[in-house]
């Protein structure tokens, strides 16, 4: 019998005393473990260090060829490996079952509606919330690594693509999308997206404002109280946010 670790390959922060987890589509896969009870241990990838190590370790590469090497990656403890949440998160539910492990459900349709609003939100908000990865998150390795690539994706960099479309502007082209995180959760009684049982898609919209609050603050992330249902659902995710290291 295996004696491996179950290990969730990380991005890590500067700005605290030890790494935590910061980047939205690690959280994705952070969620189900933390709800499931599934015993983990992080092991951190700088940016400009993900591709070599997962490549040295034998991970085939994705099919995005601008990003063939990504995190999300984890290595179960029989020594296999997977990559990227929406491959990784189906492992883990067959791997770790109900009922031994807490379930965590994939509605088609509501996963498909959580990640277009949240989706939408990312890219309204991309001006605002990038900027701020290199300057405060990550350390001076991974920042330069991220400016980097971020300025060839955008045709411009990150400071002038904030100056150019971020501030009020963004967060007003973001209003429509979390409206629509705020009907689900109207529509279905709260306190997560599916109502009383949490879900896949509750790791989706759950790690992406955990992620907003982490980029823009706590003064920041008030602008999200026009939505008291969302403010709700954050809170009532919060146990599960809690180890993130």
């Known amino acids: 019998m295996s004696t491996q670790k179950f290990v969730l390959y990380d991005l890590p922060s500067k700005d605290t005393a030890t790494p935590k987890c910061w980047s939205l589509n690690p959280w994705k896969i952070r969620l189900a473990l933390n709800y499931k009870g ?32 990504t995190i ?41 509606q959580t990640y277009q609003f949240t989706s939408a939100c ?50 007003a082209r973001s209003k429509e999308s979390f409206g629509q995180a705020a009907a689900l959760l109207k529509k279905n009684g709260g306190p997560f997206l599916l109502g009383q049982q949490f879900s896949w898609a509750d790791c989706i919209f759950a790690g992406f404002l955990h992620f907003l609050k982490r980029a823009v603050g706590p003064e920041g992330f008030k602008r999200l109280e026009e939505w008291p249902e969302i403010i709700a659902y954050y809170d009532a995710c919060g146990k599960w946010l809690e180890k993130d290291d």
């Open 72 to 112: 999300p990656a984890v290595r179960f403890p029989d020594g296999t490996f997977a990559m990227d949440s929406k491959a990784i998160y189906p492992e883990i539910e067959r791997r770790y079952p109900s009922p031994a492990y807490p379930s965590v459900p994939s509605d088609d349709a509501a996963t498909q």
């Open 122 to 171: 990312l890219s309204a908000l991309a001006p605002v919330v990038l900027p701020i990865i290199p300057r405060s998150i990550l350390s001076e390795y991974s920042a330069e690594y991220f400016q980097r690539t971020r300025k060839q994706w955008f045709g411009m960099s990150l400071d002038e693509l904030e100056a150019q479309k971020g501030g009020d502007d963004a967060w």
């Open 38 to 69: 599934v015993e983990y241990e992080t092991q951190w990838l700088e940016y400009p260090d993900i591709a070599p190590t997962l490549k040295g370790m034998g991970v085939p590469p994705g099919a995005d060829e601008k990003t063939p090497y």
